[in-house]
């Protein structure tokens, strides 16, 4: 069983920007696809972002394009932790945001396609 813990979220005025951290436990962690979903009130869970495993030491990283170019997905293997940094906030960036891990790695943004999930830590962004 994978176990994940985010943190870092918080309030955040519109234009700034705050990072997430995943903490995920697992001895094949670098073999995971991981990604970042959001979730806003009486909206479906949406992804935000993934890095997965390509083989070897490949890895690729996906953004929806509502964040694409303001977000950015990174891990670190050693520590097994994904952290999401998110520039130029908006306030439709707010959401809970979960972490999630794909012991397939399949380079998926479907929900049904990962495994693990984190609780969720709260975003939000005010105007």
């Known amino acids: 069983q994978v176990q994940l813990v985010e943190s870092g979220g918080g309030l955040v005025q519109a234009g700034g920007s705050l990072s997430l951290s995943c903490a995920a436990s697992?001895?094949?962690?670098?073999?995971?696809?991981m990604g970042w979903f959001r979730q806003a009130p009486g909206k479906e869970r949406e992804f935000v972002a993934a890095?997965?495993?390509?083989?070897?030491?490949?890895?690729?990283?996906d953004y929806a394009d509502s964040v694409k170019g303001r977000f950015t997905i990174s891990r670190d293997n050693a520590k097994n932790t994904v952290h999401l940094q998110m520039n130029s906030l908006k306030p439709e960036d707010t959401a809970v945001y979960y972490c999630?891990?794909?012991?397939?790695?399949?380079?998926?943004?479907?929900?049904?396609?990962?495994?693990?999930w984190g609780q969720g830590t709260q975003v939000t962004v005010s105007s």
């Open positions: 999630a891990a794909d012991l397939w790695s399949r380079r998926s943004i479907g929900v049904a396609d990962y495994d693990y």
């Open positions: 697992g001895r094949t962690f670098s073999r995971y696809g």
């Open positions: 890095i997965s495993w390509g083989g070897g030491s490949t890895y690729y990283a």
